[in-house]
Each structure stands twice: as structure tokens, then as C-alpha cells.
């Protein structure tokens, strides 16, 4: 019976030390994304069809943003104005960050 129980508390030791493990590892190794990708994306339509040379709406949104693809690329968003409204965010995420730039270099 004994046995039984060392068993079942070393089992929760490793348990909770390779959560713990997984926990840092998550933390360290995390991948940021640019806030802008998903700005863009939510104003795409999602209907990840290629038209516009991309394999997806999110491989066209993190290109716009990463790549500085054109705007007006995505063939069904252009009736609903995704060309103008993805421009709007780019224009103000750059804006933004000339502005945060000015401000650090005269700090």
C-alpha cells in the first residue's frame, strides 16, 4: 500500500514540475504578433480565397502589414471598402509610431 502511494505522489511531483517546465518555456519562447495583423484581418472579409494572391485572408493581412502589400487587393472586400478601411489602419499605426518616435528622441 505504501508503494502504492509513493507511486501516486511522485507521479503528482513530475506532474507538477513539467507543468511548471511547460509554463517557462511558454513564457520564454513566446512569438509576438503585431497588433496590426489582426486589426487588418478582422476587416478583411475571411473568405480566404486567394483572389488576392495570397493564400488566405491572413497570409494577405500579415503581408500588408510586414511586406507593405497594396491595400486593394482583396477582390470580395472591395464593394465593402476593405481597401480604404485597411489603408485608415495603416495610415494611423504609422502615424502613431512617428509620433511615439519624436517623443523618444527628444526625451
Given at each position: 500500500?505504501?508503494?502504492?502511494?509513493?507511486?501516486?505522489?511522485?507521479?503528482?511531483?513530475?506532474g507538477f514540475g513539467?507543468?511548471?517546465?511547460?509554463?517557462?518555456?511558454?513564457?520564454?519562447?513566446?512569438?509576438?504578433?503585431?497588433?496590426?495583423?489582426?486589426?487588418?484581418?478582422?476587416?478583411?472579409?475571411g473568405a480566404n480565397?486567394?483572389?488576392?494572391?495570397?493564400?488566405?485572408?491572413?497570409?494577405?493581412?500579415?503581408?500588408?502589414?510586414?511586406?507593405?502589400?497594396?491595400?486593394?487587393?482583396c477582390v470580395p472586400?472591395?464593394?465593402?471598402?476593405?481597401?480604404?478601411?485597411?489603408?485608415?489602419?495603416?495610415?494611423?499605426?504609422?502615424?502613431?509610431?512617428?509620433?511615439?518616435?519624436?517623443?523618444?528622441?527628444?526625451?
Amino acid at each position: 500500500m505504501i508503494t502504492f502511494l509513493y507511486a501516486i505522489l511522485l507521479m503528482a511531483i513530475m506532474g507538477f514540475g513539467v507543468g511548471l517546465g511547460l509554463s517557462i518555456a511558454s513564457k520564454k519562447f513566446e512569438v509576438k504578433e503585431d497588433p496590426k495583423v489582426k486589426e487588418v484581418l478582422n476587416v478583411l472579409p475571411g473568405a480566404n480565397c486567394g483572389m488576392c494572391g495570397y493564400a488566405g485572408c491572413a497570409a494577405y493581412a500579415h503581408a500588408i502589414v510586414e511586406q507593405h502589400a497594396s491595400f486593394d487587393l482583396c477582390v470580395p472586400g472591395r464593394k465593402g471598402g476593405v481597401g480604404e478601411k485597411v489603408k485608415e489602419i495603416m495610415t494611423k499605426a504609422s502615424s502613431e509610431n512617428t509620433n511615439t518616435q519624436k517623443q523618444t528622441a527628444s526625451h
